[in-house]
């Protein structure tokens, strides 16, 4: 099963993506593990949650009891000793909250990302990603904060293709290179651009224009949609609420062969 990475600048619909890419798996019958990676975690509202589903949801960083257990230390101690690979095999079934056939769970805020920090919470969440891209049988979907901090080089190669999200905008376009950069880098194999929000004619053009040089895909073009706004509004899933858009994103998954026609 696929592997799948989502990421972009905050605000472009990356979330939203993700949780339309989550609806159209198990249509096609993939046993789906959607993971918000993402500290301001919303993909439990953009899948249409019902509300007291959705506060069953615990980011795994603040499991203290379990983390305690797995790896011999509490979350926030530093130097002392705690096991550097504590076992996670049954962290998905178990902790995961099920809503129309997407397995959610939430990874929770990765303390001094980047800055190699090695604590047990970090630890914990680092080796349940590893065995999610690396042991885990079923389809995996991980909405991603835009650093990947969460993707190491052993772990990002196992990402058959990381999608990036921009809008018509500079600043979401810097960082869709920078992404880019650093997935390729890591030995991600397929990055594809997806442009949401898309106007008219001219707004595609100027993404086709700035992202030409430096040779990115753009798989897909998501017309901007008020459903999209809508279903925000009132809670409901954007998969029911926008068929252009979910007609849009199911036309990139074909391209990509995750899905049949």
Known sequence: MSKIAVSGKGGVGKTMF????????????????????????????????????????????????????????????????????????DIPARFSVTYRGVHLMQMGNI??????????????????????????????????VAGLEHLGRGTAAAVDIMFVVVEPGRRSLDVARDIATLAKDLGIPKVWIIANKVRDERDQQFIADNLGEDALEIAGWLPFDEAAIEADMTGRAVYDMAPALVAAVRDVLVRANLIDH
């Open 18 to 89: 993700s949780s339309i890419v989550a609806y159209l798996l198990v249509d096609a019958g993939q046993t789906v593990y959607a993971i918000d990676a993402d500290p301001n975690a919303t993909l439990a509202q953009a899948l249409g949650f019902p509300l007291d589903l959705a506060r069953q949801v615990v980011p795994i960083v603040e499991m203290e009891d379990l983390i305690q257990e797995r790896t011999g230390a509490r979350p926030g101690e530093y130097g002392g000793y705690f096991r550097l690979n504590p076992r996670v095999d």
């Open 111 to 144: 303390r001094g990302a980047g800055a190699g920090c090695a604590c047990p919470e970090n630890t914990m969440l680092r080796a349940l990603i590893t065995h999610l891209l690396l042991r885990e049988r079923e389809t995996v979907l991980m909405d991603m």
